[in-house]
């Protein structure tokens, strides 16, 4: 099946992908290069793993709003290095939840004269549509990203939405009224239109509730198993105290803690993930676990400093990888164990040089795994373990 010929009549249009109208054995030799070029001066890098699924998999979903020539509302992507608005009635990427969910948001934006936001002019309200699906459970939500708190028809478009795909179980609302190309701009407030305010998933063998603005890894099911390594790696065992560094929703802490670890610390910047964080523990039974609102370089700076001890730490950073000041404290708190879990091999490769340079470590395993078919993101599992100086 690998070698079955993809094609998208997108392609090279809407700036989404980078290797859909390639084979994927070539996408995978492309990606482990990379990854080769990169890292392999810090051990082996292993063959990367291939996602189960090529198609369907992106179970977040976000779409600029915008008219197109002939004035009709559209939703889709801005072509690559550009502000041109190309419009995307589906992706083969996508979860189908989305596409039509999109369709909804589209049809009933015009039923209701609702306007697109226009960047130029400041005029008109809908920016972004996120559409949020549980790969296990299909529960679905739906952000409206706008630029004031009121638009027109507000109430009889949100329920216009649930009511024609039952699978939405909640409608948010974001403001954005700021000149930025973020979608969710960084501490903006969530209006719950309808529902609940978040979605439940299922993740190896957990349920995560899941807020608007709280990170989840847009391919769940490819996720389960990028989990399974990072666990297998860091061999955890019952006396242990794990730290999960930029633990958004609590995923990988609570897949730790859930293993039968001594305790489980998460920091996370974002409060309303750590929310859900908390509240993800409760609903799954897990007592030691604990979730702090923090800068993680700075929390872990001050931890260190107060004397807190940790046998393995997990690391998960955003594209712009860690800092020096998390690595500096991260060694001298002195883990047996680092697992660091990247989807910037250009940033790991930073972070490592200052690591192994630096700190008393050296790297066991890299393994690279395809969480983002069709694109060029990969992610990286680094396993690295304390250099014992009797050794
Ligand atoms: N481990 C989680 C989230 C990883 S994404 C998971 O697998 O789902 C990276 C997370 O780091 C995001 O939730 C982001 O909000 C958070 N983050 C970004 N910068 C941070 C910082 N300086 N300190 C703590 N958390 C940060």
């Known amino acids: 099946m690998r070698e079955k010929k993809r094609w998208c009549p997108l392609f090279g249009k809407c700036g989404g992908c980078d290797y859909v109208n390639e084979s994927y054995d070539y996408e995978l030799m492309m990606k482990w290069l990379r990854e080769e070029k990169l890292l392999s001066r810090y051990g082996k890098v292993e063959k990367i793993l291939p996602a189960p699924s090529l198609t369907g998999y992106r179970c977040k979903v976000q779409a600029v709003c915008g008219r197109d020539r002939d004035g009709k509302f559209i939703t889709g992507q801005y072509r690559k290095g550009s502000h041109h608005l190309f419009p995307i009635r589906s992706c083969s990427l996508e979860d189908g939840m989305a596409t039509a969910v999109l369709q909804t948001v589209r049809q009933m934006a015009t039923r209701f004269s609702i306007n697109p936001f226009d960047e130029d002019r400041g005029t008109g309200d809908l920016r972004h549509i996120l559409i949020r699906t549980g790969y296990f459970t299909r529960e679905t939500m739906v952000v409206l990203v706008t630029a004031r708190k009121d638009f027109p028809h507000k109430d009889d478009f949100v329920s216009s939405i649930h009511q024609k795909n039952p699978n939405v179980v909640t409608v948010v609302q974001v403001i954005n009224n700021e000149k930025t190309s973020m979608v969710i701009p960084d501490g903006a407030e969530e209006i719950v239109l309808w529902g609940k305010g978040y979605i439940i998933d299922r993740l190896c063998g957990l349920d995560f509730r899941i807020s608007a603005t709280s990170f989840y890894q847009v391919n769940p099911a490819q996720t389960e198993r990028l989990y399974e390594i990072a666990m297998n790696m860091a061999r955890l065992r019952s006396t242990d105290t794990v730290i999960d560094a930029y633990c958004g929703t609590g995923t990988i802490g609570l897949v730790a803690a859930k293993r039968g670890v001594k305790k489980v610390i998460g920091v996370e910047s974002n409060p309303l ?5 908390i509240l993800n523990a409760e609903a799954n039974g897990i007592k030691n676990a604990e979730f702090i609102a923090d800068d993680a370089s700075k929390w872990l700076k001050k931890a260190q400093k107060e004397g807190l001890k940790c046998d393995v730490l997990f690391m998960d950073p955003p594209r712009s990888g860690s800092s020096e000041e998390f690595l500096a404290a991260a060694g001298r708190m002195n ?10 091999p250009e940033t790991l490769s930073r972070d490592l040089r200052y690591i192994t340079r630096f700190l008393p470590y050296r790297v066991l395993g890299i393994q690279p795994v395809d ?12 396993l690295m373990s304390r250099v014992n100086t009797l050794d």
């Open 273 to 277: 993930a750590v929310k859900d964080a």
């Open 335 to 344: 883990p047996e164990v680092i697992v660091y879990i990247s989807c910037n």
């Open 371 to 382: 969480l983002f078919p069709g694109s060029e993101h990969v992610e990286t599992v680094v």
